[in-house]
């Protein structure tokens, strides 16, 4: 693995600002959470925007890593309340869905609205597997503490990880993705842990590291163990974490989804249990070819059986929360080029 340094940080951030993907900077929320006529009992949403909660940041961060870092665009956050407040952390690139990302939090009150974090970036490149910025955060609860997973971007090329850590069954690119992980006892000092995904498990890609949490973002048991989903990378085998403490995870390969009938699986974004069942929101490619959404029921005493399948979700990274009578989520695809903005999305 390359070493994290000023330069390759430096050098990092400037391939960053060259980025152009148009399809992923035409992706919108509307696309994904659209309302179906068969749309079953036990499915979330679909969902609305709520103008009022939408977040915009002032200004731009220090850099700490005084590299020249600014960032032009906002996606991909999580949500999470703690004494009636509600936290929100979001990735933030120096161009839409570009590398070189770091990561904010900012808190919601009802009489003030929304309050960017003068500690920000929260999370940024401190890890030599994070040279090319931190992504994409998961934050849950679980017994009166908060565990932050995130992932890192790192490059593959002249790396001894990429002999040692052969991947056949999913071709790797130019870069890799680690799930790293940072606790907290408050949701503003994090302690950074670091790997908690190891590469023996994740063959030097893994993303998004998926925890079934109830409607207030408390991570649920299931036989007394918690649960991490991995839908991506693994060599291209479906795979589940299972912990004590949210902490240390054990690893096994364990088939739990087949949307073959809906077309390509690329990612699980989200699980939410909703009394003894348990949703799995997930993003895929239709038989034609278009990115869409989809849910997945499962018993709560049987997660790994699929029950049913509907078309139609939210792709909630970060997870579906109840606040204030509704589910609710953040997203920030549909903001305009250039413009820093996160709307909050609703349920009916």
């Not at 009992?41 to 103008?51: K, L, N, Q, V, Y």
């Not at 007394?224 to 949210?246: H, I, P, Q």
């Amino acid at each position: 693995m390359h070493p994290l340094t000023t330069d390759a940080l430096r050098a990092s951030y400037a391939e960053a600002m060259r980025h152009e993907n148009p399809a992923t900077g035409a992706l919108s929320t509307g696309q994904f959470s659209a309302s179906y006529p068969e749309r079953p009992d036990w499915a979330i949403g679909p969902f609305a925007r709520d103008e009022a909660l939408t977040f915009r940041p002032t200004g731009q961060w220090p850099d700490p890593t005084d590299v020249g870092w600014t960032s032009a665009s906002i996606i991909n956050p999580s949500l999470i309340e703690k004494d009636g407040l509600l936290h929100l952390f979001y990735r933030a690139s120096p161009v839409k869905e570009s590398l070189a990302s770091r990561i904010g939090h900012a808190v919601y009150t009802a009489h003030a609205g929304w309050h960017d974090d003068p500690r920000n970036p929260v999370v940024f490149p401190t890890f030599d597997n994070e040279l090319l910025g931190c992504e994409d955060p998961k934050v849950y609860s679980a017994e009166g503490r908060y565990y932050l997973f995130s992932n890192g971007i790192w490059p593959l090329a002249g790396t001894a990880e990429v002999e040692q850590y052969p991947s056949p069954g999913w071709p790797l690119g130019e870069v890799g993705c680690d799930i790293n992980l940072a606790v907290s006892d408050d949701l503003v000092h994090w302690q950074h842990l670091g790997l908690a995904v190891p590469h023996e498990v994740s063959r030097l890609w893994a993303k998004g590291a998926v925890v079934p949490t109830d409607e207030r973002g408390e991570a649920v048991r299931f036989g007394g163990e918690y649960l991490m989903f991995l839908s991506e990378g693994c060599n291209g085998e479906a795979t589940v974490g299972r912990s004590s403490d949210m902490e240390h995870w054990q690893f096994e390969t364990q088939p739990y989804l087949d949307i073959s009938s809906l077309g390509h699986l690329h990612e699980v974004a989200c699980a939410a249990v909703v009394g003894d069942t348990l949703v799995l929101d997930f993003f895929y490619s239709d038989h034609d070819g278009a990115f869409a959404a989809g849910q997945a029921r499962y018993a709560a005493s049987d997660p790994f059986t699929q029950r049913e399948l509907h078309r139609g979700g939210s792709l909630a990274w970060g997870g579906l929360r109840r606040w204030r009578g509704s589910w609710v989520f953040a997203q920030g695809w549909d903001a305009p080029p250039g413009e820093r903005a996160l709307y909050l999305y609703r349920s009916a």
